[in-house]
């Protein structure tokens, strides 16, 4: 069963839950070991030496590693001022939420020709800043066959993304319905959408309230469908 309210900093010992929090590993393994679009089983392991999650089949062999997608931009230099004027219950509320395990995914973890991996490169992009909406935007895209500002990493990993087939197969896979249109063929973004135009950071309180209010519900509502999923029929066992 998944406890869609431990805060993953609890055995996290002060340091970063994407790499040191085991029950958040856990939680992956347990969510994310499960049949792909094409009925094959994708089954991960904890047990593979230097690896955070492993598969290898005749699918193929991917290493995974862990990464928030709930920002609450509450601890960063850019935001500080608009920070300040948001009271303390709203921050805190808001960066708990983010701690649980809805507001966490997976990505390939192996570096390809030394080059960034999605997680750092989705976090270093300026048009991007970890944003998720916008990076699930990017990842619409590339199953699309359009441009975006992460084209060129994700097609580096394109045989992971191949797995779920589509972007509608992704979104589903990874519990992301929350953050698409009721077809699941469009994002829901968090702030109103130009085409990556604007600077993704929220621009006042205002801006920052409204992100905060969409995130929350996607956090909430992704959470629903963890536990949706953990409550219904018992999978097959998983396979190392």
Avoid at 55 to 79: N, Q, V, W
Wanted: one cysteine or more; a negative charge.
């Amino acid at each position: 069963m998944i406890d869609t309210t431990f805060l993953v900093t609890s055995d996290a010992r002060g340091r970063d839950p994407d790499s040191h929090s085991p029950t958040l590993r856990r939680f992956h393994r347990t969510l994310w070991s499960k049949p792909l679009p094409n009925g094959k089983r994708f089954d991960l392991s904890l047990d593979v030496p230097g690896q955070y999650l492993h598969h290898r089949s005749e699918l193929g062999e991917f290493s995974l590693s862990s990464d928030s997608i709930g920002h609450s931009y509450r601890y960063i230099k850019a935001t500080a001022p608009i920070i300040e004027q948001v009271p303390v219950n709203d921050l805190d509320s808001f960066y708990e939420l983010v701690l649980t395990i809805g507001a966490y995914i997976v990505f390939p973890a192996r570096k390809v020709d030394g080059k960034a991996t999605i997680n750092g490169a989705r976090g270093m992009h300026a048009k991007i800043r970890d944003r998720f909406d916008l990076t699930l935007e990017c990842i619409r895209r590339h199953y699309a066959g359009e441009a975006s500002p992460l084209s060129e990493v994700l097609t580096r990993y394109a045989n992971f993304f191949s797995l779920f087939g589509s972007f509608e197969g992704y979104a589903d896979f990874f519990l992301l319905q929350d953050l698409t249109t009721s077809n699941g063929s469009a994002v829901r973004f968090t702030l109103p959408f130009d085409g990556f135009e604007s600077k993704p950071l929220p621009a006042d309180v205002p801006a920052y309230l409204a992100y905060r209010e969409s995130m929350m519900a996607f956090v909430e509502g992704r959470n629903n469908r963890i536990l949706a999923q953990t409550r219904s029929d018992e999978p097959a066992p998983l396979q190392d």
